[in-house]
């Protein structure tokens, strides 16, 4: 078994701009898993507010060596985007050896298309509500908030897409008082789920307040582990590969969180589709889905996902699984 990973970058075809900061590429970290003349393919995005770097994720993959199992994964790396790269190829390794695909190994139901969420950037209310109009088609946005003057961007992305579901995703960026003050107005405005309005140190401020929206847990929730300290707080779990570590554990913490009465959003970093498409299988009957990181790029894998009417599709077994 030979493991090798590359550095990739791909443009976005806008600034994306969240309350931690822009970005105007998406780079990426992409893994080669190859054993008998099969090639397995997993894609991760280091992230920074996790300690990550491409380099040391890089480290982490290149430290692997001899023939590598999921289950050894679990001891030779924690969760996280190393992990999560190395899981998927494995995985995609496995259904090009057995000829069997993905879903079918993890004993799932054939995937279909799911309807995804499309995010809109950080930006001014004007800004927003001229976004939210191009993209007022969209049956479902997620608009990136954040910061303590967030109501005029709320009112101008309603009046932009007076039709369309909201998710907000304040990405750690309000006070416990930012937060209680602005709930009323997510109801006003109709807003399905509100994402990580606290930071994730500060979320017990969290218990005892009232909910009158869902309130999901993102840089909260990792994997398993994180969700005996989700009680009180949340009301959904948003589940990334490259924070569960990937696939593997993403299946095992879906199961866990519906046994334990959370909802489940199934979420993505700015990657392309080889990094989205294991996440659809997750995603797979969830209520909240945002995969959308292939439509906010300029350029993407040779077989892209498929995007249309019925949302994100399963991916052709030329890109993975």
Not at 46 to 70: F, K, M, N, W
Not at 180 to 198: I, K, S, T
Not at 257 to 270: I, K, N, Q, S, T
């Amino acid at each position: 078994m030979r493991i090798e990973v590359t550095s990739d970058v791909f443009r976005l075809a806008q600034v994306f701009t969240i309350s931690r900061g822009s970005r105007t590429e998406a780079k990426v970290l992409t893994v080669r898993v190859s054993d008998g003349g099969a090639v397995g393919m997993g894609e991760c995005v280091p992230y920074a507010r996790y300690g990550e770097t491409l380099e040391s994720v890089t480290a982490q993959i290149e430290g692997l060596s001899g023939v590598v199992t999921r289950a050894d994964l679990y001891d030779l790396l924690p969760a996280g985007a190393a992990r999560n790269a190395v899981d998927c190829a494995l995985w995609d390794l496995e259904a090009k050896q057995t000829g069997k695909a993905v879903w079918e190994l993890a004993g799932l139901a054939a995937p279909k298309p799911e309807i995804t969420a499309y995010t809109l950037s950080l930006d001014t209310p004007e800004k927003m509500r001229a976004q939210a109009a191009e993209h007022a088609f969209r049956p479902l946005l997620k608009i990136k908030l954040g910061t303590p003057d967030d109501m005029p961007r709320l009112e101008a992305v309603r009046a932009g897409a007076p039709d369309s579901t909201i998710i907000v995703d304040a990405n750690e960026g309000w006070s416990a008082e930012v937060y209680a003050d602005l709930a009323p107005h997510l109801v006003r405005l109709g807003v399905a789920l509100v994402e990580q309005p606290l930071p994730a140190g500060d979320d017990d401020a969290l218990i005892g307040m009232a909910r009158p929206v869902p309130v999901c847990a993102d840089e909260s929730c990792h994997d398993r582990g994180s969700l005996p300290a989700l009680k009180g707080k949340y009301d959904v779990v948003n589940i990334k590969l490259d924070k569960t570590g990937g696939l593997t554990e993403a299946l095992a913490l879906r199961e866990a969180a519906l046994a334990e009465g959370y909802d489940v959003m199934v979420g993505c970093m700015v990657g392309s589709s080889l990094a989205m498409a294991p996440a659809v299988l997750v995603a797979q009957g969830m209520p909240y889905v945002d995969l959308d990181g292939p439509l906010l790029l300029a350029e993407d894998r040779d077989e892209p996902l498929k995007f249309d009417a019925a949302g994100v599709h399963p991916p052709v077994r030329a890109l993975w699984g």
